[in-house]
């Protein structure tokens, strides 16, 4: 789900943007003008035109540029992408672009331009266009990416596995065990750990456990529901356990989480507006 979209004209070469991390996915195009990534530490990277960056959730990054030359540029954040993007950006700090022509700069601006209704004021069908813009985003980002046809059974044996994660991701609430997953999916146990083990490189019970405290993630920073309600929403007996393993997770409490993804949004919406503010 789109989570963040901001398209304009910036001078990050007078106005740089230091490096800070976000909680999202991250799609950055510069369609005009010279843009480059800024590193921890101040580290500026060569100024590129014309290019499109993904950016995995938490990576710390800013952008600086030409005094004399303003940039255009689309961010749009996403909650979540295929997995054939996030099996490629498994290291945090890692990063994936691509150079951009004109008639993918415009195809971009297009897309963002007709999501702002859906960003400003969503509706039922926001998800889905949303989701197709995202479709579209990775396809053109790894059209130049390593990538090969998997043989026929490694093919069945990722469709086995995104099954199982559906299942649970639908009865989440539930709280259903490895065991419960199998059965849904018509396999045993035993061979549905080495189904992941071959696809994902982890245990069913490791990835469960992240789809509920990404859930929880979640509904902490966007909605103000009480500990108790989210964690029946995920599967947890208590709210007690949930905060224990939610903890261990991101290294925050729930409630410190909230407030920190709460203050990210606040900056997100200052900057925003001091952009627009520079652009009058």
């Known amino acids: ?10 001078n990050f070469g007078r106005w740089p ?4 991390n976000r909680p999202n996915w991250e799609f950055y195009a510069v369609l005009e003008g010279p843009c480059g990534v800024v590193l921890p530490g ?4 060569v100024l590129k035109r014309r290019n499109l960056w993904v950016f995995p959730p938490f990576h710390t990054h800013g952008w600086h540029g030409d005094p004399d030359e303003p940039c255009e540029i689309v961010a749009l954040h996403f909650n979540k992408v295929p997995h054939v993007l996030e099996s490629l950006l498994r290291d945090k ?9 004109e008639e993918a700069c415009g195809q971009i601006k297009q897309m963002a331009m007709a999501l702002e209704p859906d960003y400003n004021r969503p509706t039922q069908l926001s998800q889905v266009r949303s989701e197709r813009v995202l479709l579209d985003l990775t396809l053109l980002v790894l059209e130049d990416a390593p990538a090969s046809a998997l043989p026929t059974l490694e093919q069945k044996a990722a469709e086995k596995v995104d099954t199982a994660i559906a299942w649970f991701k639908s009865h989440l609430s539930e709280g259903p065990s490895v065991t419960e997953v199998a059965a849904a999916v ?4 035993t061979h549905l750990r080495r189904l ?8 069913p019970r490791s990835l469960f456990n992240q789809i509920r405290l990404e859930t929880a993630s979640h509904l902490l920073a966007e909605t103000s529901e009480k500990l108790d309600f989210i964690a029946a929403q995920c599967g947890y007996s208590s709210a007690s356990n949930l905060a224990r393993d939610f903890k261990a997770y991101r290294g925050l409490s729930p409630s ?3 407030k920190r993804t709460t203050d990210y949004a ?3 919406d200052a900057f925003r507006k001091e952009a627009d503010s520079v652009e009058e």
């Open 266 to 268: 606040r900056i997100l």
């Open 93 to 101: 700090q890692a990063c994936l672009e691509c150079s951009l022509d």
């Open 256 to 258: 410190h989480w909230r």
């Open 17 to 20: 943007l230091a490096a800070f």
């Open 186 to 189: 018509h396999v045993s146990p």
């Open 42 to 45: 101040g580290r500026e990277q």
């Open 196 to 203: 992941f083990a071959k696809v994902r490189d982890e245990s």
């Open 1 to 10: 789900m789109l989570r963040y979209l901001n398209i304009g004209k910036r």
